[in-house]
Nanobody, 115 residues
């Protein structure tokens, strides 16, 4: 069983920054993909950014140049550095780990961008 624990969400003004963290624990295969998705009210969950255990990344067009995903394989932790935040970035951000044929989700952390 794999558990994901997210932290780092909160309220920030437009133009501000936040850093999300997600720590995975349990039995984790060496080859995996970790990353972030988000869901705004009334919208479907969407990909934000993912990173493989080998360091390959994929970003949504809407956040390219503003967000950076990274990971520490020794700690089984993935990070999302979010800069130049906009009100439209407001959502619940979910961490996901995909390993083999299984996927695991965190409980979500709220990010609110408002003045």
């Amino acid at each position: 069983q794999v558990q994901l624990v997210e932290s780092g969400g909160g309220l920030v003004q437009p133009g501000g920054s936040l850093r999300l963290s997600c720590a995975a624990s349990g039995t984790i295969l060496g080859l995996n993909v970790m990353g972030w998705y988000r869901q705004a009210p009334g919208k479907e969950r969407e990909l934000v950014a993912v990173i493989s255990s080998g360091g390959l990344t994929n970003y949504a067009d809407s956040i390219k140049g503003r967000f950076t995903v990274s990971r520490d394989n020794a700690k089984n932790t993935v990070y999302l550095q979010m800069n130049s935040l906009k009100p439209e970035d407001t959502a619940v951000y979910y961490c996901k780990l995909a390993s083999g044929v299984r996927s695991y989700w965190g409980q979500g952390t709220q990010v609110t961008v408002s003045s």
